[in-house]
């Protein structure tokens, strides 16, 4: 019975986590219905009671009869039919300050590009900045906080979608309408330098302990066939057989006598 308890227990959060309420924790739904697993997860991690959630308990509780609206395949959840994405209409009027939480991997992208999604329709703003920053800790610890100016004198205004009480969708965002932050000149060239790639040899190196090394042919009384192939070996053959021609011709003579 405690285990059956469980499940519904468990079930209703997530329900309620992923469908009743995402926005409050940044969350929302692509138009066709999706929403990465890992989102949801990341988002589940926050709570310590809820870190052992995996994508088996999500199967599991759909074993044992619990319906979630959603299921999960592959690496993303599809809400089930009868439980359309939520509608996120447009704002006429948005809040004139937004933010959003950049990962530092990101800054340099966003630096000189604005801000674009990657993988998903939209672009999670927040018009608190603790959400922004809820939201962007998840994927980086220290992640740069920006602001969003939705409407700017001389530009035309984003178009900016509901999606909770705090949290607004918009499909990219230009840098005239971002507001970077102030940094000191040494964080703003770890932000944005350019990684050096490393060098891979194109013959792995042969580990040694210390101490030794590595045994050659020489090592083990075997003839270098480079060393027979090179021009001083082939001297050295010819001198020879020179010396060997002179002392048989010196051989002679004696006999002659």
């Not at 066709?32 to 199967?59: A, C, I, N």
């Amino acid at each position: 019975m405690s285990a059956r308890l469980m499940h519904r227990t468990l079930g209703r959060i997530l329900a309620y986590t992923a469908w009743h309420s995402p926005a409050e924790h940044g969350l929302f739904w692509d138009p066709d219905g999706t929403m990465p697993w890992k989102e949801l997860y990341r988002v589940l991690q926050e709570d310590t009671s809820l870190r052992f959630v995996r994508e088996t308990h999500l199967r599991e509780l759909e074993h044992v009869g619990f319906e979630l609206p959603f299921v999960i395949e592959g690496s993303l959840l599809r809400l089930r039919p009868g439980f359309p994405p939520p509608d996120y209409p447009v704002v006429e009027t948005p809040p004139e300050r937004l933010y959003y939480g950049c990962r530092r991997k990101q800054y340099a992208f966003v630096l000189k590009n604005g801000l674009r999604s990657s993988n998903r329709s939209f672009l999670a703003l927040s018009s608190h900045r603790e959400l922004a920053l809820r939201i962007a800790q998840r994927r980086d610890p220290k992640p740069v906080i920006v602001q969003v100016f939705s409407r700017k004198p001389g530009l035309a205004d984003l178009v900016v979608r509901k999606a909770g009480e705090h949290l607004f969708l918009v499909e990219e965002v230009g840098i005239e309408y971002i507001l970077f932050p102030l940094l000191r000149e040494d964080e703003l060239l770890e932000l944005t330098a350019a990684k050096k790639k490393e060098k891979v040899s194109a013959a792995p190196r042969t580990p040694t302990l210390a101490g030794s090394y590595t045994l050659g042919p020489e090592d083990l009384g075997i003839d270098s066939a480079r060393e027979k192939s090179t021009p001083r070996g082939k001297a050295r053959k010819e001198k020879k057989g020179r010396d060997w021609k002179r002392e048989s011709r010196k051989e002679r003579n004696k006999r002659s006598f």
